[in-house]
């Protein structure tokens, strides 16, 4: 049963920073494409970005495209987001989830995700 956990959230000034973990509790998860997602109040849930099974590739929504990084660590089944020059815009509940797909942007292809974790960002 793959389960995932994140950490990380807080609350920060605009300029900040944050570094988002997700615990994969399972075996297997460097077979697994990861992501991250958000969803801020009354939005749908947006991509935000993506890492392959090696951590070769990367993706990155263009609303984040140079202020985040995504990074695992296969060894210690973990996935990272490090969220520099933190805007208000940011602010929403973040979410990990894994797929044995090809690596996507859309959630639905998503077949696993955590609880969430809560950032926000003021002014």
């Known amino acids: 049963q793959v389960q995932l956990v994140e950490s990380g959230g807080g609350l920060v000034q605009a300029g900040g920073s944050l570094r988002l973990s997700c615990v994969f509790s399972?075996?297997?998860?460097?077979?697994?494409?990861m992501g991250w997602f958000r969803q801020a109040p009354g939005t749908v849930r947006e991509y935000v970005a993506a890492?392959?099974?090696?951590?070769?590739?990367?993706y990155y929504a263009d609303s984040v495209e140079g202020r985040f990084t995504i990074s695992r660590d296969n060894a210690k089944s973990t996935m990272y987001l490090q969220m520099n020059s933190l805007k208000p815009e940011d602010t929403a509940v973040y979410y990990c989830?894994?797929?044995?797909?090809?690596?996507?942007?859309?959630?639905?292809?998503?077949?696993?995700w955590g609880q969430g974790t809560r950032v926000t960002v003021s002014s």
């Open positions: 399972a075996r297997y998860f460097s077979t697994y494409v």
């Open positions: 989830a894994a797929t044995g797909s090809p690596l996507s942007t859309a959630a639905t292809l998503y077949a696993y």
């Open positions: 890492i392959t099974w090696s951590g070769a590739t990367t």
